[in-house]
């Protein structure tokens, strides 16, 4: 799998790192008033996230003896590799990246599931022309550089018959879709409740390839929250106490989008305060959707996007889908 080594190598550049840095942190005067905890961010704050800084901002984590940090993405290793190696407690990934990592025997395990149904897809502008896997061949595709985009990309247009050699890869990080799709590239791949809801309020019609509607197996959870299997052993009630505010505060952004969306804008007053409120509204009933609760994941999930990324050859081994996920530290846990 392609940047694979880079990957684990991260991986143990960072177990080092850590260890040196939990030999430092045992040495140094307990604090008993709150446990310091770190979550990274997959991407720039988003209504993704909201959930987290309305907990941050309502006293959820420090009502359970939590001081939370939150993070931005690092320059150097992914939040996978972060989290694998302890280097931050918690991570913002994606079922994707677990079952990589979980096929690679690396030991990250998603312990909530932030949106119950995949809301991504690809997207290209109306006048472009491409309607399906099928119209990728001849066309440039725009990615932020993630290790499965290509073999995705290769993966559906297979099911659909369609060449991939024909596709033009391009990686442009994190971009402004609205200022590269139809110039840098002709289709990109995208979270409806931010992009898409941004072309809406824009005025710009797209075709929109929904992955759920690609194939089954691609309603998968994304994104997620993760840790590593060291946590959950070592410091469960530090888990359970995360979680247990995480979801006061998903909870809470599903009741009260308005007010969420302000507090998202509170801490990142960089964002767009109209995009912000309109993706806020899109997204909050999109949380827990159909399920009993925010966050739970279902195991016939998980089985089912493994078997497909296995059949598909994005992984070079099939995973235990049970390791790979748990509910057990949810309140009221089904």
Same mark, same amino acid.
């Given at each position: 799998m392609?940047?694979?080594?880079?990957?684990?190598?991260?991986?143990?550049?960072?177990?080092?790192?850590?260890?040196?840095?939990?030999?430092?942190?045992?040495?140094?005067?307990?604090?008993?008033?709150?446990?310091?905890?770190?979550?990274?961010?997959?991407?720039?704050?988003?209504?993704?996230?909201?959930?987290?800084?309305?907990?941050?901002?309502?006293?959820?984590?420090?009502?359970? @003896?939590?001081?939370?940090?939150?993070?931005?993405?690092?320059?150097?290793?992914?939040?996978?590799?972060?989290?694998?190696?302890?280097?931050?407690?918690?991570?913002?990934?994606?079922?994707?990246?677990?079952?990589?990592?979980?096929?690679?025997?690396?030991?990250?395990?998603?312990?909530?599931?932030?949106?119950?149904?995949?809301?991504?897809?690809?997207?290209?502008?109306? =006048?472009?022309?491409?309607?399906?896997?099928?119209?990728?061949?001849?066309?440039?595709?725009?990615?932020?550089?993630?290790?499965?985009?290509?073999?995705?990309?290769?993966?559906?247009?297979?099911?659909?018959?369609?060449?991939?050699?024909?596709?033009?890869?391009?990686?442009?990080?994190?971009?402004?879709?609205?200022q590269?799709?139809?110039?840098?590239?002709?289709?990109?791949?995208?979270?409806? @409740?931010?992009?898409?809801?941004?072309?809406?309020?824009?005025?710009?019609?797209?075709?929109?390839?929904?992955?759920?509607d690609?194939?089954?197996?691609?309603?998968?959870?994304?994104?997620v929250?993760?840790?590593? =299997?060291?946590?959950?052993?070592?410091?469960? =009630?530090?888990?359970?106490?995360?979680?247990?505010?995480?979801?006061l505060?998903?909870?809470?952004?599903?009741?009260?989008?308005?007010?969420?969306?302000?507090?998202?804008?509170?801490?990142?007053? =960089?964002?767009?305060?109209?995009?912000?409120?309109?993706?806020?509204?899109?997204?909050?009933?999109?949380?827990?959707?159909?399920?009993?609760?925010?966050?739970?994941?279902?195991?016939?999930?998980?089985?089912?996007?493994?078997?497909?990324?296995?059949?598909?050859?994005?992984?070079e081994?099939?995973?235990?889908?049970?390791?790979?996920?748990?509910?057990?530290?949810?309140?009221?846990?089904?």
């Amino acid at each position: 799998m392609k940047n694979v080594s880079m990957f684990l190598a991260a991986v143990m550049t960072i177990l080092l790192m850590a260890s040196c840095g939990q030999q430092d942190e045992q040495s140094s005067p307990d604090n008993d008033e709150k446990k310091e905890v770190s979550i990274m961010l997959d991407w720039y704050p988003n209504t993704n996230h909201t959930g987290l800084y309305v907990a941050k901002d309502k006293g959820f984590f420090e009502q359970q @003896g939590l001081e939370v940090e939150i993070l931005q993405p690092g320059q150097n290793a992914g939040v996978d590799a972060m989290v694998a190696s302890g280097e931050v407690n918690f991570g913002i990934g994606s079922q994707e990246g677990v079952t990589q990592a979980r096929a690679n025997d690396i030991p990250i395990v998603s312990v909530a599931a932030i949106i119950q149904h995949n809301t991504s897809a690809f997207a290209a502008l109306k =006048e472009s022309g491409i309607e399906s896997p099928t119209d990728f061949a001849g066309k440039t595709y725009g990615g932020w550089g993630s290790a499965f985009e290509e073999s995705m990309i290769k993966a559906v247009m297979n099911q659909y018959d369609a060449n991939f050699s024909e596709v033009e890869m391009v990686t442009l990080g994190i971009s402004d879709f609205f200022q590269t799709i139809g110039r840098n590239a002709d289709f990109m791949w995208i979270f409806y @409740g931010w992009d898409g809801v941004e072309a809406e309020r824009r005025g710009i019609d797209l075709n929109l390839m929904w992955l759920r509607d690609l194939h089954p197996a691609l309603d998968y959870y994304s994104p997620v929250v993760m840790t590593n =299997e060291t946590m959950i052993q070592d410091d469960p =009630e530090t888990v359970r106490k995360f979680l247990q505010a995480l979801s006061l505060g998903y909870d809470y952004a599903i009741k009260n989008p308005e007010e969420s969306a302000d507090i998202l804008l509170k801490f990142n007053p =960089e964002l767009d305060q109209e995009l912000v409120i309109n993706s806020q509204k899109w997204l909050s009933p999109r949380y827990q959707d159909d399920a009993n609760q925010w966050g739970v994941q279902k195991e016939e999930v998980w089985k089912r996007y493994a078997d497909w990324m296995y059949e598909q050859g994005l992984i070079e081994k099939n995973i235990q889908p049970q390791k790979a996920f748990t509910n057990d530290f949810l309140p009221d846990a089904p």
